[in-house]
C-alpha cells in the first residue's frame, strides 16, 4: 500500500485547512487510517485516526474540536480538516494505515504498517 499526502501550505491563523491522503490499492476499506504531525524540533504525534468503515474516529485531547478526520473508500482517500488554525499546529502531517484485524484505534507510530511521506502545513500569525 502507497500513501500520497497532500493539500498542505501556508496559511494564517484563524484559516481552515483540508489534507487529504490517497491509498493506492483495492483494499482501502480494510485499513484503519490515521493522522500524526511532527512540529519542528520534536517526535511524531498522533494527531486522530479513523476506523475502517469511517464510523468511530479518535482524537488526540490536543486537537478535540477542531480536527475532523473522515474517509470515502470509494475514492480510497483520508482527509484530515483542520479549522481555527493556531501557530503550533505548524508540523509536517503524515497519514498511515494500520492493517490489524481489531477494533481499536491506535495511536503510537509503532502500530501502523504504511506511511505516507508527509505534507507541510505552516501558520502564520
Known amino acids: 500500500v502507497q500513501l500520497q499526502a497532500y493539500g498542505g501550505g501556508l496559511a494564517q491563523a484563524g484559516d481552515s485547512l483540508r489534507l487529504s491522503c490517497a491509498a493506492s490499492?483495492?483494499?482501502?476499506?480494510?485499513?484503519?487510517m490515521a493522522w500524526f504531525r511532527r512540529a519542528p524540533g520534536k517526535e511524531r504525534v498522533f494527531v486522530g485516526a479513523?476506523?475502517?468503515?469511517?464510523?468511530?474516529?479518535s482524537y488526540a485531547d490536543s486537537v478535540k474540536g477542531r480536527f475532523t478526520i473522515s474517509r470515502d473508500n470509494t475514492k480510497n482517500t483520508v482527509y484530515l480538516q483542520i479549522d481555527s488554525l493556531k501557530l503550533e499546529d505548524t508540523a509536517v502531517y503524515y497519514c498511515?494505515?494500520?492493517?490489524?484485524?481489531?477494533?481499536?484505534?491506535?495511536?503510537?507510530?509503532?502500530?501502523?504498517?504504511?506511511w505516507g511521506q508527509g505534507t507541510q502545513v505552516t501558520v502564520s500569525s
Open positions: 498511515a494505515g494500520d492493517r490489524t484485524n481489531t477494533g481499536w484505534l491506535f495511536t503510537s507510530v509503532n502500530d501502523y504498517d504504511w
Open positions: 479513523i476506523s475502517r468503515s469511517g464510523g468511530t474516529t
Open positions: 490499492g483495492r483494499t482501502f476499506s480494510h485499513y484503519k
